[in-house]
């Protein structure tokens, strides 16, 4: 298997010849090599070509190499963002020095590198570009149009919801939702520790107290026990979060709902298309929401759902979502309400991306499969959770690297990342979080969500990736963990 060299494999000093950077440039396998000083500093760059051009015009390969180095060469300060980055890859240049402040090249970037292998990326070659070329060539591009409708109604018979409303992204989804169900001061909603901050951002801004539980260590998501124990006469609703498409204990969070009359608002911006009991996620509480992000399971860009139990608190969220306008009489505002609307170009592509949904949750569990197999024999990692009465969407396939795995799951990112595996570490707890410590209770510990957050690393999930691909991630992982037992050994 083929793994990017680091830069220490590029670098030749500018004391030596042309045999010397030829050998350098076979066994880094990149083509190039980078001439640095005895400081260290970046002089030069040297290509195959070079040498080639070099020999050619009778130079001999014990030739001091420093007579035939390109001494203009495009290299950026390592703190360059990954965009421009990429913007001055092409065929010419195709490795580029990363530079520090002095001028020491201590990371590279080159077209192979820019292939990495990504956390997500979008499937968006079914319907998508007809539809919103539809879109386009009829001038329905703003949020009237048919495609919203027809998002709305599968999305609403998809998840067993009777209503359902497209908005602009997973966010307001949430806060929409808070919002029409009346929860606002005074009240307090119960979230998990475990989870993207947009889940309690939302309760913030509806002027509502968000009061922070710990999850479950086996679903990684709100532990109904914990929920149960932080009920006060203030309780207005609780917040499941279906976390990397595995979905929540939603028995028990119905019946602790039920008892104390709390109403139940489903975060499944995760787990579109995951199963609780044979019923998919969305269909229990009083609203659901979901998220079409670009890394989502199905993507609109940016775009969101929200689904309602009730008709009426449906009708109060269609206007909510248009400025609080009245639905029959034109600029006549009756409440203050928001444009959280979805425009038709979006819901086109939502359209598209949801005939593909069962295709792409089955593609989501086959990776889980490869990676649980692959990685169950590396030492000491934790796979990812399904309990038998879940069916898990594996939004993001993620684990857990216990102590035995020989390094901490930072460490594995930073190596993984040299070697062109992009990875993701869980969600910080938001109790960590300076804008949400003030939530904390008095007492309050969370222990499983801070186990959990400090150990898990989310791998390369899209529905495009290749077998080759996933080889070569768990290649990646096993490599890094047998040098570092290598390395305890010796
Ligand atoms: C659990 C959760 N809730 C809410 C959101 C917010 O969705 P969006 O990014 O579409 O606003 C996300 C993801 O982004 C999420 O993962």
Not at 137 to 151: L, M, N
Not at 461 to 467: F, G, L, P
Not at 481 to 487: A, F, G, N, P, S
């Amino acid at each position: 298997m083929s793994h990017s060299p680091s830069i220490a494999e590029l670098l030749i000093r500018d004391t030596l010849t042309i045999r010397d950077a030829l050998s350098v440039i076979d066994r880094n396998a990149q083509g190039v090599c980078f001439v640095v000083d005895p400081k260290g500093v970046l002089i030069g760059v040297l290509t195959d070509g070079d040498i080639r051009r070099a020999l050619i015009a009778g130079r001999t390969l014990d030739h001091p190499l420093i007579d035939v180095v390109q001494r203009k060469f495009t290299a950026l300060p390592v703190t360059t963002p990954v965009e421009h980055i990429q913007a001055k890859l092409n065929d010419t240049v195709r490795h580029i020095p990363l530079l520090d402040e002095q001028g020491v090249p201590v990371d590279f970037a080159s077209t192979r590198r820019a292939h990495r292998i990504q956390v997500m990326s979008p499937q968006l070659d079914g319907n998508e570009l007809a539809y919103v070329t539809e879109c386009l060539k009829t001038g329905w591009i703003s949020s009237q149009g048919a495609y919203v409708k027809k998002f709305e109604t599968q999305f609403a018979e998809r998840c067993a919801m009777p209503h359902a409303l497209a908005v602009s992204n997973g966010t307001v989804a949430i806060h929409l939702a808070l919002v029409a169900l009346g929860v606002g001061e005074g009240d307090e909603v119960i979230v998990p520790d475990l989870t993207f901050a947009a889940s309690i951002n939302t309760i913030i801004h509806a002027g509502a107290t968000p009061v922070i539980a710990d999850v479950d260590p086996i679903t990684w998501t709100l532990d109904p026990a914990e929920v149960e124990k932080l009920i006060t006469p203030r309780t207005k609703a609780i917040m499941p979060v279906h976390l990397y498409g595995h979905p929540c204990r939603m028995d028990e969070l119905m019946a602790i709902a039920k008892k104390h009359n709390l109403f139940v608002v489903e975060d499944s911006a995760e787990a579109l298309g995951a199963l609780y009991k044979g019923r998919p996620v969305g269909s229990f509480g009083d609203a659901a929401t979901f998220s079409f992000f670009g890394n989502k399971t199905i993507t609109t860009g940016e775009g969101g759902m929200v689904l309602f139990r009730d008709p009426v608190i449906a009708d109060r969220a269609i206007v909510l979502r248009d400025h609080g306008m009245d639905k029959q009489k034109r600029y006549w505002h009756q409440m203050v309400g928001y444009n959280y609307r979805m425009t038709n170009m979006q819901a086109a592509i939502g359209v598209a991306q949801l005939e593909r949904l069962d295709e792409f949750v089955q593609a989501k569990r086959r990776l889980a499969a490869i990676y649980n197999e692959g990685l169950s024999q590396l030492g000491d990692i934790g796979l990812p959770p399904e309990e038998t009465w879940a069916f898990n969407g594996f939004w993001l396939y993620s684990c857990l690297i216990g102590e035995g795995f020989g390094m901490k799951r930072d460490e594995l990112i930073e190596k993984m990342m040299k070697n062109g595996v992009e990875t993701r570490p869980l969600f910080y707890p938001l109790h960590e979080m300076p804008p949400y410590t003030k939530y904390i209770l008095p007492g309050q510990r969370f222990e499983v969500s801070t186990r959990l957050s400090q150990a898990g690393i989310s791998l390369p999930s899209s529905v495009t990736i290749t077998r080759e691909e996933q080889d070569s991630v768990i290649g990646s992982m096993r490599t890094i963990h047998d040098t570092r037992k290598l390395h305890v050994i010796v």
